[in-house]
């Protein structure tokens, strides 16, 4: 990440009071880096040079849109962006970010159950609900649960959103992913259905669409789409492709057709994993130069990391004789006999461990027991290196909202209540580098602020 410098020459000289101004416009406009490198796509949290990107809080899909709290008049659940100081949030010795580092983009509702940010080019996308206002003159809106609108913001134009692409599906049903290929901009969408699976391609720029139809499992992986399609006018019988985001040609992979079902589980650089279920019984496999071989049977392994290096497969099962304890695994990719080898084995029987995410061959992962949360790591490359190693807690909190979180340059985010007599759950994050303690990101209510004692 780029060294943090303030903009001081600029404020000087049009005397304005607080960082997100750019000089000589009028208008509301925010500065950005606009050459700086991307990390976060895909999360909770976005950065980019100097300028962190963020939701600020979580709204279940439960809750309803009424005229008080519908879009364009969101606190919680609104896009926002703040300063970074060398990495670091600009934060008040009351550890909340000061107003003139914290900004809204869009007060247009982000932060619910599908909370993914991309930028791609000078755009952040993100995913909001479809609110549309009543047919008659009541003033009311009502929220389209069965539909998801994937909107877009400039990063120097806030509040200019501009809802690009409309998924026919509700968020439980979707997956999306933003790309950039040759400049241009692109929205894939894996859109399930009862009528019909199918994979998406929407170029924005050029406003066309392709549509996959019958599509049974895809990837969409940091640099590339890859999907499985179904075939049943000679027999049932499943193709492995690759998609061509920049001339909407897909190609089949060579080496596996097969009329067992493949479901795809990550696609690295490298290799292409997948579980394929042959015989009634699930392993794991990745394709290694045009063939899918087996690393691991794994038929009680839901919970499957694969190392982006390729060096390593992760994965949670539970211990031999009907016991219920957590057992993290771990299979040396680099070894050919892939055996599997232990890694840390917890045992309370009330646990559950999900894994997170990864940081410098360690694995980051959910420990939660007796409806308290812990999020901790352990070293899988010291364990191959031939060493002990044992679980490191990163952060212990209370009241984290389940499945909402994310790993990203040295940090973990997730969302949870300020710690008030409140609902409203905001974005915090822990530097895993440092063991540091946890960093609200956002700016509360004024329901949710302490009290003055």
């Avoid at 009311?140 to 877009?152: G, L």
Wanted: glycine share 6%; aromatic share 12%.
């Amino acid at each position: 990440m780029k060294k943090f410098t303030k903009i001081l020459i600029c404020l000087m000289l049009c005397f304005v009071p607080f960082v997100f101004m750019a000089c000589g416009d009028k208008g509301n406009t925010f500065n950005y880096d606009k050459d700086a490198v991307v990390y976060g796509n895909g999360g909770l949290a976005v950065t980019k040079g100097n300028y962190i990107y963020f939701v600020n809080g979580y709204k279940s899909l439960e809750d309803d849109i009424t005229d008080a709290n519908r879009y364009d008049k969101y606190t919680v659940g609104s896009l926002m962006v703040a300063v970074l100081d060398n990495g670091r949030l600009s934060l008040d010795e009351d550890g909340y970010i000061q107003d003139e580092y914290c900004k809204v983009m869009s007060d247009t509702l982000v932060g619910y159950e599908i909370t993914d940010l991309y930028i791609v080019g000078d755009y952040l996308y993100f995913a909001t609900p479809v609110v549309e206002a009543a047919a008659d003159s009541s003033g009311e809106f009502t929220w389209d649960k069965t539909m998801v609108d994937i909107a877009r913001v400039h990063l120097g134009r806030p509040n200019q959103v501009e809802r690009v692409y409309r998924a026919g599906v509700s968020y439980d049903s979707m997956e999306y992913h933003c790309y950039e290929v040759n400049g241009h901009a692109y929205i894939v969408v894996y859109e399930k259905s009862d009528e019909d699976n199918s994979l998406v391609c929407y170029d924005v720029d050029n406003k066309k669409t392709n549509k996959i139809a019958d599509v049974t499992s895809v990837s969409l992986s940091e640099n590339s789409v890859h999907y499985v399609q179904e075939d049943s006018e000679n027999g049932t019988n499943y193709y492995l492709y690759s998609l061509n985001l920049a001339n909407n040609e897909s190609t089949r992979i060579n080496g596996y057709t097969t009329t067992n079902k493949i479901e795809l589980v990550e696609c690295t650089n490298n290799y292409i994993y997948a579980k394929i279920t042959e015989n009634n019984k699930t392993s794991l496999y990745y394709n290694k130069g045009g063939n899918f071989v087996r690393i691991v049977n794994t038929e009680v392994a839901d919970n499957i990391y694969i190392n982006s290096e390729d060096n390593y497969v992760v994965l949670v099962t539970y211990g031999d004789g009907g016991e219920t304890y957590n057992m993290i695994e771990y299979v040396d990719l680099n070894k050919n006999d892939f055996t599997i080898t232990e890694l840390y084995t917890d045992n309370d029987a009330t646990s559950t461990i999900k894994i997170i995410g990864e940081y410098f061959g360690s694995i980051v992962y959910t420990y939660t027991a007796e409806s308290n949360t812990v999020i901790k790591s352990i070293s899988v490359a010291n364990a191959i290196a031939g060493n002990k190693v044992e679980p490191i807690t990163i952060v212990s909190a209370e009241n984290i909202v389940a499945d909402m979180f994310d790993v990203d340059n040295g940090f973990v985010y997730y969302f949870k209540t300020s710690g008030e007599s409140n609902a409203n759950e905001y974005l915090f994050r822990a530097s895993i580098r440092e063991n540091a303690s946890e960093e609200l990101i956002g700016k509360l209510n004024a329901n949710d602020l302490p009290s003055e004692e």
